[in-house]
């Protein structure tokens, strides 16, 4: 796993590396919580608890081996679990919208005027309106 936003991407990777069976079909898992893993930078965090990594590398053969290997990669299946206990578990902020009414203030805020009195902060060409009877909650929306 890598940082390849940087300008030398292996020098804080974090690597997993599996045994491969030659000449024959094999699955290969990782689990980057569970499996054992190696830093190139001593220093860094587990690969669980780094938020740096953008993209995963597959290296075939060894470091530094030039062999020629033929590969043949029928599919890649990502399944994204969440680590008990993780802040993606725990729920931060909910609306129902169960009471029809307007939207509930506490929740919501009404944008109606320009927050720079310029420009919509991120340069929409869009009207909006001052009109706060325009949100309403009904139905449950």
């Known amino acids: 796993m890598q940082n390849g936003d940087i300008a030398e991407p292996w020098s804080t990777q974090s690597k997993i590396i599996k045994p491969l069976l030659l000449d024959q079909w094999q699955t290969i898992t990782f689990n980057f919580i569970k499996d054992n893993y190696k830093n190139s930078n001593g ?3 587990p690969p669980s608890q780094r938020k740096d990594f953008n993209r995963i590398v597959i290296q075939v053969n060894g470091e530094n081996n030039t062999d020629n290997v033929l590969v043949y990669v029928d599919e890649f299946e990502h399944v994204k679990t969440v680590p008990a206990g993780s802040i993606y578990t725990k729920l931060v902020w909910l609306d129902e919208f169960e009471t029809p009414s307007s939207v509930n203030s ?3 805020f009404h944008q109606t005027e320009l ?3 310029v420009s919509w902060c991120n340069a929409e060409i869009k ?3 001052n009109r ?3 949100s309403v909650v009904k139905n449950g929306i």
């Open 43 to 45: 220093g860094s965090l």
């Open 106 to 108: 506490n929740n919501w």
């Open 115 to 117: 927050p720079s009195s």
């Open 127 to 129: 009207h909006y309106t």
């Open 132 to 134: 706060t009877e325009n």
